[in-house]
């Protein structure tokens, strides 16, 4: 496996149910984000790791927690989602620098949620 | 606030015709500004980075260039297969420290037919 991959690639789940997203990144990459890209709307930054630390969260409900057990993988679990968080979920890693860094992307999770 | 905004939303070209995208940002500080393409149901792939204003770089078919307000992705003789949606975004300079945020704009849609 190489760059940053994710599974699975699909998920139908009902309001009710918990699922949990997972990414893993083989780029020695030492930051990880998750994101929501829902149509028309721009990239939302949800969870950032930095260092295996949550150093960002931004508003995100709590019926989503993110885990990072370490740099390579990082997991977002889901719990009594709403249909409006049917989205895709795009995970991404870089090598967090004092200077600009590049982030890299896997391929998602399309979420729905009945 | 950070703000990016693309223009045209979609663009339709013929194979061979080549144009412009637009991305104008509003940022207190930049740090960089980057280029992605992103194929249907598929994550974000990494095209440039830019840092300063006055700054070129080449892919191919596309060029990105960078002044103070905004980016331009040129695309020279495109092919059917450069049809994608180009997404620019901006990443701040941080009196915190933070160098990982990044702000996206909507996307360009581009169509090139054969």
């Known amino acids: 496996e190489t760059g940053v991959t994710q599974t699975p690639r699909h998920l139908v789940m009902g309001m009710t149910n918990k699922k949990s997203l997972k990414c893993e990144q083989h780029?020695?990459?030492?930051?990880m984000y998750w994101y929501k890209q829902s149509a028309k709307k721009p990239l939302e930054l949800m969870f950032v790791y930095s260092l295996e630390e949550r150093v960002e969260n931004n508003s995100v409900p709590s019926r989503f927690s993110p885990e990072c057990p370490n740099s390579s993988h990082l997991f977002l679990h889901l719990h009594t989602l709403q249909p409006e968080d049917s989205a895709l979920y795009l995970c991404?890693?870089?090598?967090?620098?004092?200077?600009?860094?590049?982030?890299?992307f896997g391929p998602g999770t399309r979420l729905t949620v009945l | 606030e950070d703000q990016v905004t693309q223009s045209p939303e979609a663009l339709r070209l013929q194979e061979g015709e080549s144009s412009s995208l637009n991305c104008s940002y509003t940022?207190?500080?930049?740090?960089?500004l980057f280029w992605y393409r992103q194929d249907p149901g598929k994550g974000p792939e990494f095209l440039f980075t830019l840092y300063s204003a006055g700054e070129e770089k080449e892919k191919e078919r596309l060029k990105a260039t960078l002044t103070k307000k905004e980016s331009f992705l040129h695309i020279t003789a495109p092919k059917p297969e450069d049809s994608a949606t180009y997404l620019c975004a901006v990443q701040a300079a941080d009196s915190g420290g933070s160098n990982y945020k990044l702000t996206f704009g909507k996307g360009t849609l581009l169509t090139v037919n054969p």
């Open positions: 940022v207190s500080g930049l740090r960089g």
């Open positions: 991404a890693s870089s090598q967090v620098r004092t200077y600009s860094d590049t982030q890299y």
């Open positions: 780029l020695g990459h030492n930051a």
